[in-house]
């Protein structure tokens, strides 16, 4: 089967774009132009283009590829850009330096598809084909959550990672980096969390509730420079590292190895080696509250992202509920009950990253009342996210049913375990619900982003397996919003071939057995 040209088969796919005739040649003799405040993007240029092109893209003063940033382009916004291509050379502008690098990952789009390749490539023309480009993004939210808590991952892959949100022009990466069964963020204050924390001694086998498990030790953790290398690593290629350190609840790793945090400090836990929803939560003392503000001051050490997470979901309250000290405490806050120390613990560490000039990130809970400060990631309904922008939070779409990719792909019996109880296919992706509420409240709807929970994923490939294509559907849904399921999948045909390109797994689904024939007489 012949593919689209790759011109027909970006994604996501641009506000507008219009083809011409011709094509300009990208050879030894190509050498840019790079006017002030453009050179972050050429850099990023050569770096994506030599491994497989072998070219040095040199720059000179008359050089026939130009990247161009220009202020008075103000309507293209901090990422919209312009390309166009002609056989007599090609200019890429923007606004803003973010601008630049989207508008790099259409050239290399528009590229032909072994351009992605790791490998020298012999023998291909690297041509451009003559577009005329202007694409501006719908959504400044366009994120990507990879939880390394569950099953760890090296700094070495998690940049590969970044690499691939980058050519789809998504701007988030969500780091989950702490949970019940391990704890990844390094904090000087207090090494035990890592060193006690980022390490179980086993996994369950199977979804919660199993009572089988691999007997395999588990662990790892990250060093402050290397986090600090992967969030530079993003931001040359327009990516910001949003990190999540979740409390009060999804906290046993930290309980094993700082007993004194929870609401029986006599207790000792280890690291859960459980899926599901732990019971153990943080107690509420003001020595609990200052650990995790130094917790908070280290994340913001590392992490320079404006939006911080702080988890906040799924969070029992029995424990409080039975603990003296618990009680006493809602008494003297003035609260209706221990219940209401789950919005009153995030309340005081939000509280703490808005001093700090930061934002923070909360998953929406039913019944839970939070600050206004707060970003709200909706998961369980869509109908949360419009509440919560009614009431003037800002809004990012994570509705299970459309973006957790640890939800089967399919139900053909060949899928590998997946967390039960729905599938969320490729058109569910596409067509994930972004509406506001009401146009007053369309500002406060910063976009989407799709959820890798890690509990049945080990290994880079079997991420891939689970993300791929789907985040391409998610992509091109909160990049463009306008472009219907059949063009999708149009160009998603094109865009396979770059997948393979990068080596990258995306293959269909199995198709389920059919059904046997039915006998007369028997149901």
Not at 366 to 385: E, F, I, K, N, Q
Not at 387 to 399: E, I, K, M, P, Q
Not at 492 to 506: C, E, K, M, N, S
Request: aromatic share 6%.
């Amino acid at each position: 089967m012949d593919l689209p040209r790759p011109e027909l088969a970006l994604v996501p796919r641009p506000s507008r774009i219009s083809t011409r005739s011709g094509r300009f040649r990208l050879d030894a003799t190509t050498r840019l132009r790079v006017t002030p405040g453009a050179g972050p993007a050429a850099h990023l240029l050569r770096t994506l283009l030599a491994p497989a092109t072998g070219l040095r893209l040199d720059s000179t003063a008359d050089g026939a590829f130009v990247l161009a940033l220009d202020p008075a382009l103000s309507g293209l916004g901090d990422e919209g850009y312009g390309l166009t291509v002609s056989p007599q050379g090609v200019l890429l502008r923007a606004a803003r330096p973010a601008g630049l690098l989207r508008g790099v990952q259409t050239v290399r789009q528009l590229l032909p598809y072994a351009a992605l390749s790791g490998r020298p490539v012999r023998g291909v023309s690297w041509e451009l084909p003559a577009v005329e480009i202007t694409d501006v993004p719908r959504h400044s939210w366009r994120g990507s959550m990879l939880d390394v808590a569950r099953h760890f991952q090296p700094v070495s892959y998690l940049r590969r990672y970044v690499d691939l949100l980058a050519l789809h022009k998504l701007n988030v990466f969500h780091l989950h980096l702490t949970d019940d069964q391990g704890w990844r963020m390094p904090v000087a204050a207090h090494p035990r969390l890592t060193e006690v924390g980022g390490h179980r001694a086993e996994s369950m086998v199977g979804p919660a509730g199993s009572d089988r498990f691999d007997g395999v030790p588990h662990g790892g953790s990250y060093t402050r420079a290397e986090l600090r290398g992967l969030v530079a690593y993003a931001a040359e290629r327009g990516v910001s590292v949003v990190p999540e350190t979740g409390a009060p609840g999804h906290v046993r790793a930290a309980l094993a190895a700082h007993p004194e945090l929870g609401t029986d400090p006599a207790r000792r836990l280890d690291v859960w080696t459980h899926w599901g929803v732990c019971e153990n939560v943080l107690g509420t003392g003001d020595h609990v509250l200052d650990f995790f503000r130094t917790v908070l001051d280290e994340v913001m050490d590392v992490f320079p992202s404006p939006y911080l997470h702080i988890g906040g979901d799924e969070v029992p309250t029995t424990e409080w509920e039975l603990s003296a000290q618990a009680r006493a405490r809602a008494a003297r806050e003035g609260l209706a009950g221990p219940r209401a120390l789950h919005p009153w613990f995030i309340a005081r560490m939000s509280e703490h990253l808005v001093r700090a000039g930061r934002r923070p990130v909360v998953w929406a809970e039913s019944g839970v009342t939070l600050p206004l400060d707060c970003t709200v990631m909706s998961w369980r309904d869509p109908a949360h996210a419009r509440a919560a922008a009614l009431r003037g939070h800002r809004v990012v779409h994570a509705d299970h049913r459309a973006t957790y990719f640890d939800y089967a792909r399919g139900p053909g019996p060949g899928e590998p375990l997946a967390q039960p109880g729905e599938i969320v296919g490729l058109r569910a992706v596409h067509a994930v619900d972004l509406a506001p509420p009401t146009p007053e409240a369309a500002s406060r709807v910063l976009g989407a982003q799709g959820q890798l929970w890690t509990e049945f994923v080990r290994t880079p490939e079997h991420i891939e397996y689970l993300t791929f294509p789907r985040l391409c559907a998610l992509a091109d849904r909160v990049w463009d919003g306008a472009s219907g399921w059949r063009d999708f999948t149009t160009r998603l045909a094109g865009h396979r071939a770059r997948l393979d390109a990068l080596a990258v797994p995306h293959a269909e689904p199995p198709a389920p057995a059919p059904l046997p024939p039915r006998v007369s007489g028997v149901r």
